[in-house]
């Protein structure tokens, strides 16, 4: 069965480097997502990407984030300088298209910022 | 924006018993309702969803049921297994087709055998 996969599962940095999560959706899907999960609280919509642009983003995703599809097949989200706050789990999701519904996500990437 | 409320934040049940678990929504635009279950470790997964043109909608032991008016919807699972144990959350959006949803805040359902 078709997944989205997530790289690193874990990944742990000092605060103020640069770090990239990588994502490949699954292949015949045209929407792209990144949520965070906070330790222990609800899941949150940070940005979603259609057709080689943001379609939508949350006041979350500010000037430090941005998401990029660099070639076919993957989808990273990148945070410029990373702070304690940024710590947590972070999902890709992707979805076939418009009135499809369904999202499936990623395992995740715990990132660790001390 | 909308703000999803979600309820209890953690269930105890006994194998074979039903499970409920109640979420209310702020926006009366929504019109998707998906439930999602969190298994320790992994990412969320689709289990059942629901379009505000519909009241209720069951697969197997699960059902989902949406009252428009009160802008509330309800996941029950009857008959419950072990392997129903794991955080289930429930989200809203009134961007179907889009998928920017709203989580609620999470249940943690713990089945008893």
């Known amino acids: 069965e078709p997944e989205v996969t997530q790289t690193p599962s874990h990944q742990v940095t000092q605060m103020g480097q640069e770090v990239i999560l990588r994502c490949v959706p699954i292949?015949?899907?045209?929407?792209f997502y990144w949520y965070r999960q906070i330790l222990g609280q609800k899941v949150e919509f940070l940005v979603s990407?259609?057709?080689?642009?943001?379609?939508?983003k949350s006041e979350i995703f500010d000037d430090q984030f941005s998401v990029e599809r660099p070639d076919g097949s993957n989808f990273t989200l990148k945070i410029r300088s990373t702070k304690l706050e940024d710590s947590a789990m972070y999902f890709c999701?992707?979805?076939?298209?418009?009135?499809?519904?369904?999202?499936?996500f990623g395992e995740g990437s715990r990132l660790t910022v001390l | 924006g909308e703000n999803v409320e979600q309820h209890p934040s953690t269930l105890s049940v006994q194998e074979g018993d039903s499970a409920v678990i109640k979420c209310t929504y702020s926006?009366?635009?929504?019109?998707?309702f998906p439930w999602y279950k969190q298994e320790l470790g992994k990412g969320p997964q689709l289990i059942i969803d629901?379009?505000?043109?519909?009241g209720e909608k069951k697969d197997q032991r699960i059902a989902v049921t949406l009252n428009k008016t009160a802008k509330h919807f309800s996941l029950h699972i009857t008959e419950t297994q072990p392997e129903d144990s794991a955080v289930y959350f429930c989200?809203?959006?009134?961007?179907?087709?889009?998928?920017?949803?709203?989580f609620g805040t999470g249940t943690r359902l713990t089945i008893i055998p």
């Open positions: 926006d009366s635009a929504s019109n998707y």
């Open positions: 990407f259609y057709n080689n642009e943001i379609s939508e």
């Open positions: 292949s015949n899907h045209l929407y």
């Open positions: 999701a992707s979805s076939k298209g418009v009135n499809t519904g369904e999202l499936f």
């Open positions: 989200a809203a959006t009134a961007n179907f087709g889009n998928e920017k949803l709203t």
């Open positions: 629901i379009r505000s043109n519909v």
